[in-house]
């Protein structure tokens, strides 16, 4: 059984710093682009960042680029997000979700993507 399970979210000031981790288990995770999606109410889901396991190729979204940090660890089956200088439009549920594909043009299309968390709260207050 695939499971991604996410954690790290909460509440934080504006310019503070959070870390997530997806923790994956029940298949192989190698050769799969991970990728981390944040949606609200009232926005449509939206890619993040995302890494391609087998050679750690990365994708951010441009309203994270420079603030957030992506990477991974094999050894552990675990990717994380790093996010810091975050901002009140940040604030979102945040999840993990794994594919099998390499990434590339396709990293933000949250269809590629075979497996999802349940998700984790990022809240920040201004």
């Known amino acids: 059984q695939v499971q991604l399970v996410e954690s790290g979210g909460g509440s934080v000031q504006a310019g503070g710093s959070l870390r997530l981790s997806c923790a994956a288990s029940g298949y192989t995770f190698s050769s799969n682009c991970m990728g981390w999606f944040r949606q609200t109410p009232e926005n449509e889901r939206e890619g993040v960042a995302a890494i391609y396991t087998d050679d750690g190729s990365t994708y951010y979204a441009d309203s994270v680029k420079g603030r957030f940090t992506i990477s991974q660890d094999n050894a552990k089956n675990t990717v994380y997000l790093q996010m810091n200088s975050l901002k009140p439009e940040d604030t979102a549920m945040y999840y993990c979700?794994?594919?099998?594909?390499?990434?590339?043009?396709?990293?933000?299309?949250?269809?590629?993507?075979?497996?999802w968390g349940q998700g984790t709260q990022v809240t920040v207050s201004s």
């Open positions: 979700a794994a594919g099998e594909f390499d990434g590339g043009s396709w990293w933000a299309s949250d269809y590629e993507y075979n497996y």
